[in-house]
């Protein structure tokens, strides 16, 4: 039960990598099938480009056979006086009753069709096409004399399992996805250094040192915290506007790094931390500088991994402002989930291609994620604890 | 430092003396300076001044020459308030040439340019940081002294090359010329030495001769150090949150469009976006304009019954279409992605093997990319080739060879149907949302005395009991936590919808949401004045729904 | 004393960061210092700047933008770019590809004119040309097109013109209204890509014979639609993309449209406005024939699993990879007796705020030469702009599709083409975003033809300025 779930839960990520491994073709596959394949094609003699495999079935036998030729019009002929004799010809193959400028009709239903001489076991019955299709021709490759002719798209292609990670580096070149990612990559390491540093000296600041106004400025901070961001997305852009920041990193990283609600959390964590020892450190002639970074931050790594952790999601995941702020012609400036917005619409025809992108975007946190599980989770939970 | 201790070297208290009697002098000519710099702005000397600026650039340096004239006084007199004041307008000039500098010097904009070269120096960056990471390890070596050592010592030299090659890599001298070059104006000429100044003076202040000699106490310390700790985070909250949001607050009362100067408009935002009509209808098919003025209003929807119904009209029909679809989208995804959270987190709660792997495995959709998890979903969605529709198809396939039935295969066209659209999304938020919240449950279950559960088998209760009487009373903190915070993020819902639907409102606005419709009114209309009093609303109405959670929570909790 | 170290390093760091991110600015500094840039703002050329190396005399760079459909339109366009930069004198240019996204790529280019970040010259879609017009966002250019020798108006389309040189102020057209936009980069209609794998498959008619029979009309094309449909639950018989131009092709051939004629009130909600909707609506209901509406029908079609999908001339380049046997042929004629085409066109505009006016606007006469949109129509992306029999013969041998004489048939005078225009009596994208979601819940089963007659209109009427 627990793992059906949890299939449940990863089973897009599987898609998303297996996808975008994929050719094209086999993305718009109906059924759909997790693993790449491509088709197979063999090389014939008296063909100059290697033909198409696929599967026919001879005597009940399946058998590999190649695609010489596509595309050959067959009609469903019938007798017009008795319907249940039928005969399967190619178009070509058959002539006009009478002639083709006097050809002769009969009347089917209410409706006048044209006759044409067709052979059945070895007699010419003048029938009329009652419906028309078409047929590829399928050679043997070892023995091109022995032909078969069914429907070429119904027919099951010869596959072998491969990948296309060359798919990744398509999408790279098509949308300077490389780009976006050292972007991306700056912009988050950026501003998770800034919000740490600003949010560790403010929330010792009010944990730690008594001075008039900390109160109300702390109760300012907390009645802020639930104020969404877009609340100020209008503002802030024409902010952006004023100072020349538009279309900048700088409005990706700058406006980011002051949050009150990591402020609060530091806070909350700060005055855990016993006076005693800052006491001592303070007699000692440290001063608070020192006693900060040299006591309590070190001693408060998992608070802080905690707060990294959500600022990072935060940034690296980071869409609507973008999206407003930085020029969508700019790509040298675009992140990540800009990258992949535009790519959607230029890709639309290549899921490969767009999985490809994303999987480029979900999966370094992915990996950080496995590669710190144990610590990742159990920071996010003590986050809520005192919730 | 300059001259200026050197001067009277000889006599520490004479030389104190004189510092205290310059940094009065520089309160008194700042005093001066300040003020006049006040008045400029109504002389006509900046003739490209816009109203408001004029009247901030007034408000401030008159403010900061009144109370560097105070400050001047204070120091005469020898009181501390002067030496805070001082330090106060000191650190705060300081800190504004500092931003000056920065954006004359293109330091703000020249990030751009780091991330020109970020993608090669990145490596030396992670080099350096794979060094910490050795000399980290060293800790671990704690009984062998020479290994811990070593690789400490290995270590610190790869961080040392790995800086070093960074730096190259990044031009650091291409950017150092070029902000010389880009200072070297009047502008930035003026801040740097304005810089110097302000940092002379903040020195001459702080330092201890001054201090005692203006009878600093230990709490006059502290408070000068808590607003020094302090004001990095609140001058970037002030700047780029509280600024911005009285900004948003006045912009709601005008038509600001982004292009021409706005105008005042006092309510009328607002008016336009609460004004709705609920007229009665006379029969359940009449046309709305029959029934209500279709110059002002639009009909937003109708309740029927019987032979009549309820018409329900508003001025502004997407305002109230995208509040029903944010309501409609809350109500079932925060359910869906508690629920089963609270259910599961009791499960992996238990001390069974492989419990820390599903418990990963829950998490991992929560730390992916919106965008990137919205374009997988929509070619899992997608009605003809999706593996949702194919699951589905072989779902009915089946069960109707199972037991008989004819079923019809549904083909879902999942985000083209208005009737799914919605739905579609508030699937992906509950697979998202839901493993982080059973992370937070396991958390508020490991803070649940094992006593309780103790004491109530003692008294015989089953496992449904102490679900019951236990376990979720004690979550309750717990739970309240993670639903309102589940709330507040679902009534923001943009992303998903932005990437999956085309048009991003869906199948007849089925998908319109509050942040898309600001979205929409403020950067495709640029009805931006309109767009601010949207995000007044949809503030309000997130902390409406947050205060009747937590009052929900207090009544609960006052029960128990 | 290990702290001591990590502190250095600590600083370093910061430092090191701070001042690489000056490193481009020092190759952007000399170009900052020509004479040409302004000196007030931040120009938006700057981001040009960096990658022209400093020269003496430096060229005046420009920024310009059209959207592409697909990423085989972009190489086109890239290429473009690339030979007029070498052939325009003292202009250094970059084209840039915008979004491809239906709506958002306009309402980018808003943002980015607001915020002063858009490029110098972009193209934008007739329909908008008003909205863009109107808000002071775009140049009329009217005064320099006086000064500038042997620059006709005449020699485009007279659709696009009359709305190019619209001018609001007196709401008068012509070549002396004081008002020109830009000029038209191409003009486009609408045709059926075939699949003719499938269409032969299913032994359905062959559409271009009954075109050249002139018995290609909606029953015909039903009747294909439907024989190919029956080839599979997952083939289709007709695809279209969920915007205005495929639905309103339908409005118009049965004699109805968006407007009244002078555009000043809704006409959705006339007899033969809702006969064409009642049709396309019976196509995707009914007989569901058609890829679901709002899901895009491009990928399945290139897939291979649609018989018969409506798109315009833009779709050739991406179409032209497909692996099945495809041409192009008319859109059938509905009961007016015209297929109710659109001449699709669109406009290179120039920015307001652009700092080189002259610059730009020898940029839009360059892009829109006739050798140059010969380039553009060869490389298969559009149809040149400019009147002229060269031009069209010329368009006709640019292969695949072998029957490109479908788009031609289209814009002709008597298939009587609607011209895609913008609305100058009131606001274009808030009508189309009134009038979208509704033709979206008739054709997706959410409203019924009738329900949206009697109200459509009521709506859609407040858009339009009293």
């Given amino acids: 039960m627990l793992t059906f779930f949890a299939l449940v839960m990863i089973f897009p990520f599987i898609y998303m990598v297996a996808t975008s491994l994929k050719i094209p073709a086999d993305t718009f596959r109906y059924p759909p099938r997790i693993l790449p394949r491509d088709p197979i094609t063999i090389a014939v003699e008296g063909f100059k480009d290697p033909l198409p495999l696929y599967y026919v079935e001879i005597q009940g036998q399946k058998q590999e056979y190649a695609l010489a030729k596509s595309n050959i019009k067959v009609g469903q002929y019938a007798d017009p006086g008795n319907p249940t004799i039928t005969a399967e010809r190619r178009l070509t193959e058959v002539k006009p009753t009478g002639g083709a400028m006097n050809q002769k009709t009969a009347t089917i239903n209410g409706k006048e069709e044209k006759l044409f001489d067709v052979e059945v076991d070895g007699k010419t019955i003048p029938m009329y096409l009652a419906s028309q299709t078409t047929v590829g021709e399928f050679i043997d490759p070892k023995n091109p004399s022995s032909k078969v002719y069914q429907n070429v798209r119904l027919s099951t292609p010869v596959e072998n399992l491969s990948s296309h990670p060359e798919n990744y580096t398509n999408v790279v070149a098509l949308q300077g996805i490389d780009r976006a990612l050292t972007n991306t990559a700056l912009v988050t390491i950026l501003v998770v250094l800034g919000q740490l540093a600003t949010s560790i000296v403010g929330g010792y600041a009010f944990a730690r040192l008594k001075f008039p106004g900390r109160d109300s400025v702390f109760i300012f901070y907390l009645g802020t915290i639930m104020i969404p961001f877009v609340m100020l997305i209008v503002p802030l852009y024409q902010l952006m506007v004023l100072i020349g920041w538009t279309d900048r990193l700088a409005a990706l990283i700058v406006p980011w790094m002051f949050t009150a609600y990591g402020t609060f959390l530091m806070r909350q964590h700060f005055i855990t931390f016993p006076k005693e020892i800052e006491e001592a450190a303070l007699l000692d002639g440290a001063s608070r500088l020192q006693i900060l970074t040299k006591i309590i931050v070190p001693a408060s790594v998992p608070a802080l991994a905690t707060q990294a952790t959500f600022t990072f999601l935060y940034a690296w995941n980071s869409f609507l402002w973008p999206l407003v702020i930085i020029n969508v012609g700019n790509e040298k400036n675009h992140v990540l989930t800009l990258a992949l917005n535009v790519l959607r619409g230029r890709a639309s025809d290549s899921p490969n291609l767009i999985l490809a992108g994303a999987a480029i975007a979900i999966l370094p946190p992915l990996v950080v994620f496995i590669l710190g599980q144990r610590f990742f989770v159990e920071s996010v939970a003590s986050s809520g604890v005192k919730g | ?560 | 004393m290990n702290r001591k170290i990590w502190k250095l390093i600590n600083l370093l760091v910061l430092a090191a960061l701070a001042l690489a991110a000056c490193g481009a600015p020092a190759t952007e500094a000399p170009a900052a210092e020509a004479p040409a840039q302004p000196a007030a703002t931040e120009a938006p050329a700057q981001a040009v700047a960096t990658e022209a190396p400093a020269q003496p005399a430096a060229d005046v760079p420009l920024r310009w933008r059209t959207r592409p459909d697909n990423k085989e339109e972009i190489a086109v366009y890239t290429q473009i770019s690339q030979d007029l930069d070498s052939s325009l004198e003292g202009i250094t240019l970059a084209y840039e590809p915008g979004g491809t996204e239906g709506a958002n790529y306009q309402d980018q280019l808003k943002t980015e004119v607001a915020a002063g970040t858009a490029p110098d010259v972009f193209w934008i879609p007739g329909t908008d040309v008003a909205d863009f017009a109107t808000r002071g966002l775009i140049l009329n250019i009217a005064p320099l097109a006086a000064k500038t020798e042997g620059f006709d108006a005449q020699a485009f389309y007279s659709g696009p013109m009359y709305h190019l040189t619209y001018n609001p102020e007196g709401a008068k057209s012509g070549a002396d209204s004081g008002a020109l936009w830009g000029l038209p980069r191409d003009v486009s209609t609408f045709a059926l890509y075939l699949n003719l794998d499938l269409i032969n498959e299913a032994g359905a008619p062959d559409p271009r014979e009954l075109a050249k029979e002139g018995k290609w009309d909606w029953n015909a094309f039903l009747d294909v639609a439907q024989k190919t449909r029956a080839l599979g639950s997952d083939i289709y018989g007709y695809g279209a993309s969920a915007w205005w131009g495929p639905y309103g092709v339908w409005l118009n051939a049965s004699g109805g449209g968006f407007y009244n004629a002078d555009r000043t009130a809704c006409a959705l909600n006339t007899a033969e406005s809702l006969q064409g909707l009642e049709f396309q609506r019976a196509l995707y209901q009914d007989y569901d024939v058609a890829t679901p509406y709002g899901e895009d029908p491009e990928p399945p079609f290139r897939a291979g699993k649609v018989a018969m999908f409506q798109n315009g001339r833009w779709a050739t380049p991406g179409v032209r990879t497909v692996p099945f046997n495809w041409d192009v042929v008319e859109l059938p004629t509905g009961p007016n007796g015209t297929p109710g085409n659109w001449l699709f066109w669109g406009a290179y505009v120039i920015n307001a705020k652009t700092a080189h006016p002259e610059e730009a606007w020898k940029l839009v006469q360059a892009l829109t030469t006739a050798e140059t949109q010969g380039k553009v129509a060869a490389l298969g992306a559009n149809i040149p702009s400019r009147v002229s029999q060269e031009a069209l013969d010329a368009f006709l041998t640019f292969t695949p599709p072998a029957n490109n004489q479908a788009f031609l048939s289209g814009i002709t005078e008597a298939a009587k083409p609607t011209a895609e225009g913008p609305l100058w009596a009131g606001s274009w994208p808030e009508y189309d975003k009134i009038m979208g979601p509704a033709i979206q819940a008739v054709l997706t089963g959410g409203k019924t033809v009738e329900d949206f007659g009697a109200t459509i209109c009521d709506e859609a009427n407040k858009v339009f300025t009293k």
């Fill in chain 2, 1 to 560: 430092m300059t001259e200026i201790p050197n001067q009277s070297n000889k006599n520490p208290a004479r030389q104190n003396e004189f510092i205290l009697r310059l940094l009065s002098l520089w309160r008194g000519l700042f005093s001066v300076l300040a003020a006049s710099g006040a008045i400029a702005p109504w002389l006509g000397i900046f003739p490209n001044l816009r109203l408001w600026q004029g009247l901030l650039l007034t408000t401030t340096l008159g403010l900061a020459s009144i109370f560097s004239a105070i400050a001047a006084a204070e120091i005469i007199k020898r009181r501390h308030k002067g030496r805070t004041i001082s330090l106060f307008i000191d650190y705060l000039g300081l800190v504004a040439c500092i931003l000056i500098i920065l954006q004359v010097g293109g330091v703000f904009i020249g990030i751009d340019a780091l991330a020109e070269v970020f993608g090669r120096s990145i490596l030396f960056l992670l080099a350096a940081f794979v060094g910490y990471l050795i000399s980290a390890a060293g800790d671990y070596f704690e009984s062998r002294s020479t290994t811990q050592k070593i690789l400490r010592q290995v270590g610190k030299w790869i961080v040392l090359i790995g800086m070093v090659l960074f730096l190259l890599t990044a031009n650091i001298f291409q950017g150092l010329l070029a902000i010389i070059n880009k200072l070297a104006n009047p502008m930035g000429i003026t801040a740097i030495v304005s810089l110097i100044i302000f940092g002379l003076a903040l020195w001459g202040m702080w330092r201890e001769p001054t201090a005692s000699a203006l009878k600093a106490k230990t709490n006059h310390e502290q408070m000068l150090n808590g607003w020094l700790f302090l004001s990095p985070n609140l001058l970037g909250f002030l700047i780029f949150f509280a600024g911005p949001l009285l900004l948003s607050f006045y912009f709601s009362f005008t038509d600001s469009d982004a292009f021409n100067t706005p105008k005042w408009v006092g309510v009328e935002n607002y008016a336009k976006i609460l004004n709705i009509t609920i007229k009665p209808l006379a029969a359940p098919d009449q046309l709305a304009r029959e029934a209500l003025d279709i110059q002002v209003y639009d009909e937003v929807g109708r309740i029927k019954f019987g032979n009549g119904g309820i018409l329900f009209g508003a001025e502004d029909k997407l305002f109230w279409l995208a509040l029903r679809n944010t309501l409609v989208y809350a109500l079932f995804a925060v359910p869906l992605s508690v629920i089963p959270a609270l259910l599961l987190s009791n499960i992996l709660n238990s001390k069974l093997p492989g419990m820390k792997f599903f418990r990963a495995v829950y998490f991992i959709p929560s730390i992916a990319a919106i965008v990137g998890i919205s374009l997988v979903w929509q070619w899992l969605y997608n009605a003809t080739i999706g593996y949702i529709n194919y699951f589905i198809t072989i779902g009915v396939e089946f069960w109707n060879n199972l037991f008989n039935t004819g079923l019809i295969d549904p083909k879902i066209n999942w985000v083209s149907d208005e009737k799914t659209a919605l739905l579609a999304i508030i699937i992906i938020a509950a697979w998202q949302t839901m493993g982080f919240n059973t992370v937070l449950f396991l958390a508020g279950l490991q803070n649940i005395p094992g006593e309780l559960y103790e004491a109530a088998t003692v008294d015989g209760a089953g496992p449904w009991d102490k679900f019951w009487r236990i376990t979720l009373p004690m979550l309750a903190p717990t739970t309240f936590y993670v639903v309102s915070t589940t709330t507040i993020q679902a009534m923001q819902v943009f992303e998903q919808v932005f990437i999956l639907m085309n048009p991003p409102e869906g199948p007849n606005n089925s998908t319109i949401t509050l942040v898309l419709y600001l979205y929409r009114s403020g950067f495709q209309n640029f009805k931006q004045g309109y767009a601010s009093a949207l995000a007044w609303v949809l503030f309000i109405v997130i902390f409406g729904l947050t205060l009747i959670q937590f009052q929900n929570q207090r009544k609960n909790s006052l029960y128990e």
